[in-house]
T-cell receptor, first 111, second 117 residues
Framework: SQKIEQNSEALNIQEGKTATLTCNYT??????LQWYRQDPGRGPVFLLL?????KEKRKERLKVTFDTTLKQSLFHITASQPADSATYLC??????????FGGGTRVLVKP | DTGVSQNPRHKITKRGQNVTFRCDPI?????LYWYRQTLGQGPEFLTY????????KSRLLSDRFSAERPKGSFSTLEIQRTEQGDSAMYLC???????????????FGPGTRLTVL
């Protein structure tokens, strides 16, 4: 069966350190993968998209890698700040036009 | 504010009642999506529209659920004979429906939180 797995345990990290989140998938051949941020009580907000033929994508303090052999994406927040505290969701676009989301990983950056 | 809006933001209803939610997408977006999200989980796809046509429906969408987008603008999601298991956040999103450079993001509304007593 198809699965998208993110670490369900919250990630507690000290301000200034790098947070690394994983997204693993099985039985998908995604055209691309997206990362979203979600704050409590609000809808997800798009952060980055990486295509199947791209290895790495950066945006400011964010970096995403995509390994289609390992079927894994890593999401890094460098020089983390308390304002980065949120839940981060990965989402795959495979066949059709829908996105399939992972369960999300909550990040808590402590000052 | 030109973002996606959803009404109501909260809805409390008794089991067996019908409820209807509304979503107003970003005006130039031709795709509109509905998702359901429960606590601690990611959004689960329910259905999506390309303009007024409903093109895909999840198996999660039982026959008690119906969605419409009559003029290709706003959309409604109706749940008939609500059950306690329907309690969730219902999210609407819209998109241009094509890859523009490296962006094909969906823009989400704030959601409607449904509580079925």
């Amino acid at each position: 069966s198809q699965k998208i797995e993110q670490n369900s345990e919250a990630l507690n990290i000290q301000e200034g350190k790098t947070a690394t989140l994983t997204c693993n998938y099985t039985n998908y051949s995604p055209a691309y993968l997206q990362w979203y941020r979600q704050d409590p009580g609000r809808g997800p907000v798009f952060l980055l998209l990486i295509r199947e033929n791209e290895k790495e994508k950066r945006k400011e303090r964010l970096k995403v890698t995509f390994d289609t052999t390992l079927k894994q994406s890593l999401f890094h927040i460098t020089a983390s700040q308390p304002a980065d505290s949120a839940t981060y969701l990965c989402a795959l676009k495979a066949a059709g036009n829908k996105l399939t989301f992972g369960g999300g990983t909550r990040v808590l950056v402590k000052p | 504010d030109t973002g996606v809006s959803q009404n109501p933001r909260h809805k409390i209803t008794k089991r067996g009642q019908n409820v209807t939610f509304r979503c107003d997408p970003i005006s130039e977006h031709n795709r509109l999506y509905w998702y359901r999200q429960t606590l601690g989980q990611g959004p689960e796809f329910l259905t999506y529209f390309q303009n007024e046509a409903q093109l895909e429906k999840s198996r999660l969408l039982s026959d008690r659920f119906s969605a419409e987008r009559p003029k290709g603008s706003f959309s409604t999601l109706e749940i008939q004979r609500t059950e306690q298991g329907d309690s969730a956040m219902y999210l609407c999103a819209s998109s241009l429906g094509r890859l523009v450079g490296s962006r094909d993001e969906q823009f989400f509304g704030p959601g409607t939180r449904l509580t079925v007593l």
